[in-house]
């Protein structure tokens, strides 16, 4: 048994809720841990000292868990998501300009990421014909969900996110600048940074990623496998904290003491009232002051979204063959898919209870092409126009 | 192993005080191809027009996340390594970390050709944060003076009483109650204040 404090690295999103209240309001004491919370400014600095053990634990991008154990950009230092910290909290804002354009193209409602793709398409190709600069679109890193949300929304419209428009990556807080100052046209990011675009009327919220795809892991909490397999005692505990805690955050009488938590300068360091807004899934989405609300904008508790799902980590393994950032192979699959670890969640917690009917059949619900299968990627990615050659 | 003064190294850092003692040192070292970026905007377009062999950054910087896009494989230019992705040398690893330093090898270069300008940097590194702690505490003692100075005044025109022995009184007042000079001017300052 370890006995010193654990560190535990986090990025100051609204997704990394469940950490901060189980840190912050005893559910981590409650299991006997003493956690110090770190809050770190890079994903790449979150990954680095997660692998080289400076932190027992982190806030991890669900790709970058899977990234790293596969060892795709960098050396192989195996994973493992104990836990969904969120699934979805993602959205795509655009800048007014371009919003303008995508109305003015769009057949249908511009709710439907289908009408919006497809203007997307007619924008781009009006553009190109023009002789203007490909639009740019901002993400927080190449592995990450965004990434990944972006690229299958705009190929559904037969844009390829390679060729036809530019993809870069900006750190979260300098999202909202670069779409002043007009460095990038749009970008997908998490809570609060959306929200924070349309209240200075600079962007609209064109789609929440739920949207997208109904379920997608967002956030896991990380561990090396290592650590997990030398302190099982200690996951069980971990486990069983961040999931109290991310039952406490879907109650909504608890919603004002949590929004009180999280916009502590130390913690997320935003308005009480854009937690408030992010966690209750209700976004103003214009600046003309329409809102938009979704009971799917951010999981965390309910519908089942802390329990570490292998389907979704095979489906975020498909994107990074799709857009070739990993080979395809039979073993990097499983590879990926045991990343994410069930069976440690459920020995901490019990049995799990039947999936809610709500929930998509094939664990994902993406608003576009054929369902996901696990179990035969390649015949999933072949049904895809709009992709890197599968190497 | 000796410096290679042919490697192309570009200093990512915001601080230009900093990116500047460091440029010095490597320069003086022999170095002679130091770049330097000290803003952000179109970091990425930047650096691929550097070419740099070799890119330090602070690891504070938030672009840390941005230099990981010279990772992805689609394109075809020689790839980077972060440094302390190899963990083969931990000492290494943790100076580095200490002094809040990431470095990026672009490219198949040999960790022995690195290592002695990781080595400088991370002393450079460590030079600029003793130099700010210096600086802060030269600020905070000129402030500690300054209070001082004004509640000797306060107590001179109060109580009559000539500058060493209002010194005097704010000393033994201090040794008393086991806080420091500036608490007890503070204090005094406050005092003085209210009661105007």
């Not at chain 1, 962007?203 to 561990?223: P, T, W, Y």
């Not at chain 2, 470095?103 to 002393?123: F, M, N």
């Amino acid at each position: 048994m370890k006995n010193e404090k654990l560190r535990i690295g986090f990025i100051p999103l609204a997704d990394a809720a469940a950490l901060i209240i189980a840190a912050d309001r005893g559910f981590l004491a409650a299991e006997g841990l003493d956690v110090e919370l770190v809050r770190e400014v890079s994903w790449s600095n979150v990954r680095d000292k997660l692998n080289i053990g400076l932190f027992d634990a982190a806030h991890l991008l669900a790709p970058v868990a899977i990234a790293s154990s596969l060892g795709l950009g960098h050396v192989t230092v195996p994973i493992v998501a104990l836990l969904n910290l969120a699934l979805n909290g993602n959205a795509i804002t655009v800048a007014p300009e371009l919003y303008r354009a995508l109305a003015d193209a769009a057949e249908g409602d511009m709710a439907d990421p289908r009408a919006t793709a497809a203007a997307l398409k007619k924008v781009v190709r009006s553009r190109g014909a023009a002789g203007g600069q490909p639009l740019t679109f901002g993400m927080p890193f190449p592995f990450s969900t965004h990434n990944y949300q972006l690229r299958f929304w705009m190929a559904s419209g037969a844009v390829d996110p390679d060729e036809d428009v530019r993809l870069v990556v900006l750190p979260p807080p300098f999202m909202v600048e670069s779409l002043q100052s007009g460095q990038v046209d749009a970008f997908c990011v998490g809570a609060p940074w959306n929200s924070v675009a349309v209240d200075l009327k600079i962007g609209h919220i064109l789609h929440f990623s739920s949207e997208i795809m109904q379920r997608a892991a967002e956030k896991v909490l990380a561990v090396r496998g290592q650590w997990a397999s030398e302190y099982p005692e200690l996951v069980r505990k971990l486990v069983r904290a961040h999931a109290r805690a991310a039952e406490f955050i879907e109650h909504p009488e608890n919603l004002d003491e949590i929004a009180a938590i999280l916009a502590a300068p130390n913690r997320v360091g935003v308005p009480a009232e854009a937690i408030r807004r992010t966690l209750s899934g209700r976004l103003m989405v214009s600046p003309d002051g329409t809102f938009r609300s979704s009971e799917r904008y951010l999981l965390v508790g309910r519908f089942g979204a802390a329990r570490p799902d292998p389907v979704q980590a095979a489906w975020l393994y498909a994107q990074m063959v799709r857009w070739g950032q990993a080979p395809l192979s039979r073993e990097l699959l499983a590879a990926a898919k045991s990343v994410f670890r069930p069976d440690l969640y459920d020995a901490a917690l019990g049995p799990p209870g039947t999936a809610p009917a709500s929930e998509p059949a094939d664990g994902i619900g993406a608003f576009g092409g054929p369902a996901f299968d696990p179990d035969d990627i390649e015949a999933y990615l072949n049904a895809w126009p709009i992709r890197r050659p599968l190497r | 192993m000796l410096p290679d003064p042919s490697l192309r190294i570009l200093i990512v850092d915001e601080s230009p005080v900093r990116a500047a003692i460091l440029e010095e040192g490597l320069r003086e070292a022999g170095y002679g191809n130091v770049m330097r970026v000290g803003e952000r905007t179109d970091l990425l377009s930047r650096v691929y027009a550097i070419d740099p062999d070799v890119i330090i950054i602070d690891l504070e910087d938030p672009s840390r996340d941005v230099l990981e896009q010279m990772f992805q494989m689609s394109r075809e230019v020689k790839r980077p390594i972060a440094m302390f992705v190899d963990q083969s040398d931990t000492s290494m690893i943790e100076a580095a970390i200490d002094a809040g330093v990431s470095a990026y090898v672009v490219g198949s270069l040999q960790k022995e050709r690195v290592k002695p300008l990781l080595d400088l940097t991370i002393s450079r590194f460590n030079a600029f944060a003793r130099l700010r702690a210096e600086l802060d505490h030269a600020k905070s003692a000129l402030a500690e003076r300054k209070l001082i100075d004004r509640a000797k005044g306060i107590l001179m025109k109060a109580k009559g009483l000539d500058e060493e022995a209002a010194y005097q009184l704010m000393r033994r007042t201090a040794m008393n109650e086991k806080k420091r000079i500036a608490e007890i001017a503070q204090s005094i300052i406050t005092a003085a204040e209210m009661l105007k």
